[in-house]
Structures are given as structure tokens and as C-alpha cells.
């Protein structure tokens, strides 16, 4: 007979796992972004013509 505190424990593991998973999506998801802005504000910026005075 297996004991209700280790179903639990492995619920509570198995959902932290996904928490985890997750976040860890999450960020990788939002670095690509923000690396992706980067490069387009880059490649607009010299692309841009020099400002004369």
C-alpha cells in the first residue's frame, strides 16, 4: 500500500518541474526577443545616414 505523503511529494515534484520548465521557457523566449530588438535597432542605427551639424 503506498503512502498518501509520497503521492503527494510527487505531485508537488512534478509540478515544480513544470513551474521550472516553465520559467525556463520564459526567460530563453524573452532573451530572444530583447536580443532580436537589439539587432533591429542596430541595423536601423547604421543604416541611418550620419547627422551633419
Known amino acids: 500500500m503506498e503512502s498518501p505523503f509520497?503521492?503527494?511529494?510527487?505531485?508537488v515534484a512534478v509540478l515544480l518541474l513544470l513551474?521550472?520548465?516553465?520559467?525556463?521557457?520564459?526567460?530563453?523566449?524573452?532573451?530572444?526577443?530583447d536580443r532580436r530588438r537589439r539587432d533591429e535597432e542596430k541595423r536601423t542605427t547604421r543604416s541611418a545616414p550620419p547627422k551633419r551639424r
Do not use: E, P
Not at 509520497?6 to 505531485?11: D, F, G, P, T
Not at 516553465?22 to 526577443?33: E, F, K, V
Open 6 to 11: 509520497l503521492s503527494i511529494l510527487a505531485i
Open 19 to 33: 513551474v521550472v520548465t516553465g520559467g525556463i521557457g520564459y526567460l530563453t523566449l524573452a532573451d530572444w526577443r
